[in-house]
């Protein structure tokens, strides 16, 4: 069974695949429920959700992935709000903020909306949901830390407020000279609830028990979708909008085809990536959230696009969404994490493709030139005294390879299949020795 999760400021990606063997994606818009669906989803967990600037998840996409048997679970946010909806036809809901919902407790969407980051930087929340806001001086309350007519106050404070504004900061901005401000602010650093975050874990630990079991969704007859005008033109639009990407993506190949050798080059590396991916899925590997914004970083700053113009420019240029940019630097952080992870098994096979390309001859006759020259002067390379590393790895980095030091050489070192950095300034104290040739001096000068 294939399990897809939408989620975004509520739960990190990478706690939710702790919980759950899923893909995550961004939170869904209208019609990503239908895409997923027809990719091949058998289960389809439901958090985040857009609610302003982009059509929200329709309720006809979940009540169709319901009618193809595919068990649609909601919790937290836009998922308890269309679980609550929908939990009739079979949409299975979880969690306290869901139950509020269908009991009708609360019923507003500015109860769970939340003002976050861009995708870019995780959907980070920049303000608190009403529903943790709730939850947190409930507990209050329960502690003794508010009495009910101060809880009651500040709750008709914050449901005052634009949900963007929803802030701590922002809601006891107005009680600054309330004998019980300091009691609660510093009780707050730790007693505060996430209630969302809560019910995501929740939701996420019973579709992993579905999971596990094989069971199946509510034994709900499924509701037959009204194919209506509306329906129908979700679907044309989402299908005419893949048939066109693939499109033009032949296109490009085509292209490409005309140039074999540059052809060649890039099947070879599709292939290591296909392949990569592969392994990577199969071992269970992930790429964390750093290592994906440091292949971030390192790309934007490859291709130049320092200027958010300019990497709008580039992401249109390339048929790029956001999300679709973050995917692939994704995938190209965890080829990296499943080729690095190969060790002696690639470099059995690097040798191969050397031979196979006739340049390992060359290669070796170099080897061992610079190995004998070394013995000659009594200097093996990683057995000598330790240089000045900043000043060894200028000279090799911009002297040697006319380029600036990468941000992270621990990263470069692993990229090229070192150990540690160990390894790797003892590799270029060695070509530093040999580029001397008889030079006096024992280590590349400081440029200052």
């Not at 299975?92 to 769970?112: F, L, M, P, Q």
Request: with cysteine; proline share 3%; charged share 25%.
């Amino acid at each position: 069974m294939t399990a897809v999760v939408f989620a975004g400021p509520t739960i990190s990606t990478g706690e939710v695949r702790n919980l759950l063997n899923a893909t995550v994606l961004p939170p869904a818009g209208q019609g990503d429920i239908y895409r997923a669906a027809r990719q091949g989803a058998t289960v389809i967990g439901l958090i985040d959700g857009y609610f302003e600037g982009v059509p929200s998840v329709w309720h006809k996409e979940i009540l169709w992935a319901l009618e193809q048997g595919i068990a649609v679970f909601g919790s937290a946010s836009m998922g308890a709000l269309r679980a609550a909806e929908l939990s009739a036809f079979g949409m299975v809901g979880t969690g306290d903020i869901y139950e509020a919902y269908a009991a009708g407790e609360i019923c507003d969407d500015d109860e769970v909306a939340v003002l976050h980051s861009p995708a870019e930087l995780g959907f980070a929340p920049l303000s608190e949901p009403m529903v943790s806001i709730r939850a947190t001086v409930a507990r209050a309350v329960d502690g003794a830390v508010l009495e009910a007519d101060q809880a009651a106050e500040l709750l008709r404070t914050a449901k005052q407020l634009f949900y963007h504004d929803r802030t701590w900061e922002q809601i006891l901005a107005g009680f600054a000279d309330a004998s019980w401000l300091d009691r609660f602010s510093a009780w707050l650093e730790t007693g505060r609830v996430d209630a969302k975050r809560e019910d995501a874990q929740k939701m996420l630990i019973r579709m992993a028990a579905f999971l596990e079991t094989g069971g199946k969704a509510v034994s709900i007859p499924p509701e037959k979708v009204e194919r209506s005008l509306a329906w129908q033109g979700l679907v044309r639009r989402i299908e005419a909008e893949a048939y066109s990407l693939r499109d033009a993506d032949l296109q490009v190949l085509d292209e490409l085809r005309l140039e074999p050798e540059r052809f060649g080059e890039f099947r070879t590396r599709a292939a290591v990536r296909c392949l990569a991916l592969e392994d990577a899925r199969r071992k269970g590997l992930r790429a964390d959230r750093q290592e994906v914004l440091e292949q971030l970083n390192s790309h934007r700053e490859t291709l130049k696009l320092f200027r958010s113009a300019d990497l709008k420019q580039w992401l249109a240029e390339n048929r790029l969404t956001a999300d679709g940019y973050e995917a692939l630097l994704g995938g190209a952080t965890l080829a990296g994490i499943a080729v690095n992870a190969l060790g002696e098994q690639l470099d059995l096979h690097l040798l191969a493709e050397l031979r196979q390309a006739g340049a390992y001859a060359q290669l070796k006759s170099r080897a061992v030139s610079k190995s004998q020259w070394l013995a000659e002067q009594n200097q093996p390379g990683s057995n000598q005294p330790e240089q000045d590393r900043v000043r060894l790895a200028l000279w090799y980095f911009e002297t040697r390879l006319q380029r600036e030091i990468p941000d992270n050489l621990d990263e470069y070192a692993s990229g090229i299949g070192l150990k540690d950095l160990d390894e790797f300034y003892a590799l270029i104290r060695r070509e530093f020795m040999y580029h001397q040739k008889g030079k006096t001096q024992s280590a590349p000068e400081s440029r200052g």
